[in-house]
């Protein structure tokens, strides 16, 4: 299912998060081109409305992207008509040629909301991989002490996460103007990546707690992680 339909693409790029800050947006894009490396190619899936392909492009690194929303895909070439994207799942989507990267950020693995499905996402990137290309997700680490979670309680809106110990699935609730907009999320352990890695024929190479690379800890409520093919 399309949860990023017209409405949330025509303001998806004013959201307040740091992530969309131009400061974060140049932090994060180096640290992709670092791994794509001089004129490399890199494949973003979920690629959205291009917040980090076209400023990684600006870096030189050539870029496609593969989305299910038509609505993003359409921002997106409004935007950079010339980055090359695919409407499509991508768990399974292929496009051609090799990359140097694959990557997929913003906690978008969790959208995927079974494990098969995450797994698919996985042997997905390895097969678009070149022999020492790198895969590299970012995502949170579940913050599971209690069922309900606020992420944001501002002028902005709420925002709560709901857990379900017991099937790891979650939901993003956003309220907003009275209006309640749920996203379905199925959360993993970084070690469950990482065997879902091992299965795709790939090994971890690097994992940070953010982009900063400052290191992983037990008390890192996010990761950045580089699995190696």
């Not at 790939?202 to 690379?213: F, N, Q, T």
Request: charged residues 25%; proline residues 4%.
């Amino acid at each position: 299912m399309d949860y990023f339909g017209p409405d949330i693409a025509a303001t998806y790029d004013n959201d307040p998060d740091v992530r969309f800050r131009p400061e974060h947006l140049a932090l994060e894009s180096g640290v992709l081109a670092d791994l794509a490396g001089p004129g490399g190619r890199a494949l973003e899936l979920a690629i959205g409305t291009g917040r980090i392909a076209i400023p990684l492009r600006q870096r030189g690194v050539e870029v496609e992207g593969i989305d299910l929303s038509e609505a993003m895909l359409a921002q997106l070439n409004a935007k950079a008509p010339d980055i090359a994207a695919t409407c499509g799942d991508y768990t399974s989507t292929v496009v051609a040629g090799e990359f140097d990267l694959v990557y997929l950020v913003f906690n978008t693995i969790g959208n995927v909301i079974t494990q098969d499905g995450q797994v698919a996402t996985f042997v997905n990137a390895a097969r678009h991989l070149r022999p020492g290309g790198t895969f590299l997700i970012e995502t949170s680490v579940p913050q599971v002490r209690d069922r309900f979670r606020v992420f944001r309680h501002d002028e902005q809106g709420v925002g709560y996460d709901e857990y379900d110990t017991a099937t790891q699935q979650m939901w993003s609730h956003h309220i907003r103007d009275g209006y309640r907009r749920s996203i379905p999320f199925r959360y993993t352990w970084p070690a469950e990546l990482d065997l879902m890695a091992r299965l795709a024929g790939l090994r971890l190479r690097e994992r940070w707690a953010w982009w900063d690379r400052s290191s992983f800890t037990s008390s890192s409520t996010s990761h950045v992680s580089v699995w190696e093919r």
